[in-house]
């Protein structure tokens, strides 16, 4: 059964009714918009009623009839299939069941002093009108020093940096200014949410690769199979969320000769480079003659514990940083001036800020994989990023969002069930993502309720 409007490969995950009427049950007494659930996704409508039923012909039809008085809700076709994310969801259903929340990747706790006085003294001093489109010269300066200290390449801060409103406008500039319509991109799957929707916006042809566990390594016989001529660019993520993988030296090199013999771009997203816990982080830009076909995608949410300030910035040549900056000048013109210079103090920070974040971050990560191996999950190795994945299977619920909907309800843990992830759920139903960007009490906490409330059915 396909629910999807449009049809285009969007695969459904079979739900039970029991999920579905309660999760909807859920979803309909929570914060508006209200939520509808179609297929294995929630969607949101004008007015959800509780004798919507779903169909899996034409769900926008039957929005109309489930609420004849409120206008049907609207989407361009670019958009359609794309439901309310996921981590919207699962945080209002934490709200709802007063559940510990390790599913959005945001810290519940604060980013360091030094940097949210930097940004009070910014405002003070003045500092509060439009900054310049491709960001303020101090900022710009220090992103490009950063990049020199972490990839021994020197940039040109005025020509080859530009700053983003976080790295999701970062990514939406870089595809939408560098992707035709038509144009063959190849993704990793599971991938970052936003990445298939800006491809779908810039009316992309996505080549999708699985990364399967337990290490989630790159098929690369298969990758080669799917890059052509047609190829502009492979997408990659390292550190990569949800899996925690990181890319090898030799997956990169691997990847950067598929690109050099193709003319193939590569746009790396490395917002987690400063939480690689198991091995170095390798910049795609680093390799031997790759800097002049990447664009280098990163922020300052997860690093400082500011996921909230969305500062981002996209490194590239200046020949790919034109691009950018014409989809940036148009999507937001420029980024929040205060915040910049805010920005700049926290990159010119010393290296003990790192060390100290990543030894916080081992702390936290310890509590939660051994919590959850003494569950009784699966988990999977995780070497970078806030986030592990582990296999829920062992607990005998049908697909993830069964699991995580039980985990919130009966529970009161939040997770993210991965298939959101996949351009074919069915291949994420056995894997749920958990965040360990929470204060240490939080983490146990929720270890404490699994061993006492998750049993196998
Ligand atoms: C892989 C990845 N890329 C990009 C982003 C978005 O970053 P920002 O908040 O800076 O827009 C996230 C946030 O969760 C992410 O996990």
């Known amino acids: 059964m396909i629910l999807s409007a449009s049809g285009a490969h969007h695969y459904e995950m079979p739900l039970s009714l029991r999920s579905f009427t309660s999760l909807k049950r859920a979803l309909l007494s929570s914060s508006s918009p209200s939520l509808l659930l179609r297929g294995s ?102 992103i490009a020093s950063r990049f020199q200290k972490d990839t021994s390449l020197v940039v040109d801060p005025e020509k080859e940096v530009t700053v983003t409103s976080g790295c999701t406008e970062a990514i939406a500039a870089t595809i939408l200014g560098l992707v035709n319509p038509g144009d063959e991109v190849v993704l990793f799957a599971p991938f970052y949410d936003s990445y298939e929707a800006v491809l779908s916006m810039a009316g992309a042809n996505i080549k999708c690769i699985t990364l399967r566990p337990p290490d989630f390594a790159v098929p690369l016989e298969e990758l080669k199979s799917v890059v052509s001529a047609n190829t502009k660019a492979i997408m990659i993520n390292t550190p990569h969320n949800p899996t925690g993988k990181m890319f090898t030296w030799e997956e990169l090199e691997f990847i950067a000769k598929l690109c050099k013999e193709n003319d193939v771009l590569v746009f790396t997203d490395e917002v987690y480079d400063k939480l690689s816990f198991e091995m170095e982080h390798i910049s795609m830009a680093s390799l031997p003659g790759m800097f002049n076909r990447t664009v280098t995608l990163n922020s300052l949410g997860k690093t400082f514990s500011l996921t909230g300030w969305k500062i981002g910035w996209a490194v590239a040549p200046p020949q790919l940083t034109w691009g950018v900056r014409q989809a940036h000048s148009f999507l937001t013109f420029a980024t929040s001036t205060p915040m910049q210079f805010a920005a700049a103090t926290a990159l010119q920070t010393s290296d003990s800020y790192y060390e100290e974040l990543k030894r916080d971050y081992l702390a936290k990560k310890a509590i939660l994989v051994e919590g959850l191996e003494a569950v009784g999950f699966v988990v999977y190795p995780s070497s970078g990023t806030y986030f592990v994945v582990v296999d829920h299977t062992p607990f005998g619920f049908e697909n993830d969002v069964a699991f995580c909907e039980h985990l919130i309800e009966e529970v009161g843990v939040v997770a993210i069930p991965t298939s959101v992830f996949y351009l074919n759920p069915e291949e994420g139903k056995n894997l749920v993502r958990f965040t360990f960007c929470k204060d240490e009490a939080t983490l146990r906490g929720a270890v404490e309720r699994m061993k006492q409330k998750l049993r196998k059915r």
Request: aromatic letters at 6%; a positive charge; zero cysteines.
């Open 41 to 142: 996704s929630l969607v949101p409508t004008m007015a959800a009623s509780s004798t919507t039923t779903v169909s899996s012909t034409d769900a926008g039809a039957q929005l109309n009839q489930s609420a004849p008085s409120s206008p049907p809700v609207q989407v361009a076709k670019r958009l359609e299939k794309f439901k309310t994310t996921i981590f919207t969801q699962m945080s209002s259903l934490a709200i709802k069941h007063n559940a510990i929340n390790l599913g959005q990747g945001f810290p519940n706790f604060d980013g360091p002093d030094f940097v949210k006085d930097a940004a009070i003294e910014a405002i003070k001093a003045g500092k509060n009108q439009y900054a310049r489109g491709y960001g303020v010269p101090d900022l710009n300066s220090a």
